[in-house]
């Protein structure tokens, strides 16, 4: 499946964003879905994801109750909201996909990547 992230921008602290996971290939219904960052000198940590069907969904502490995860089969899309925006969620995004949903998020257990779209929050 070929993924391509989009959304990213300058926004100031306390705005929102929302990026966009567009899938293409392989059918999207099949695959647990992704959110990444990477700041600069930081390794890529895990930020979200979403089940294959939508109906359950993980978060990283420092984004819950900021950030809502979703997604539509129909359009071939997963969504990243980003509210309450802060200044260290300055990264680089990637979203990612594999087949199973749960025990553990890691960038090695990951199948697919798309390229990252760049978040900037000013404080």
């Known amino acids: 499946v070929q993924l391509q992230a989009s959304g990213g921008g300058l926004v100031q602290a306390g705005g929102s964003l929302r990026l966009s996971c567009a899938a293409s290939?392989?059918?999207?219904?099949?695959?647990?879905i992704t959110w990444f960052r990477q700041a600069p000198g930081k390794t890529r940590e895990f930020i979200s994801a979403i089940s294959r069907s939508g109906t359950d969904s993980d978060y990283v502490d420092s984004v819950k109750g900021r950030f809502t995860i979703s997604r539509d089969n129909a359009k071939n899309t997963v969504w990243l909201q980003m509210d309450s925006l802060k200044p260290e969620d300055t990264a680089v995004y990637y979203c990612a996909a594999r087949r199973a949903y749960g025990s553990g998020w890691s960038v090695a257990s990951m199948n697919y990547w798309g390229k990252g779209t760049q978040v900037t929050v000013s404080s």
């Open positions: 290939g392989r059918t999207f219904s099949n695959y647990v």
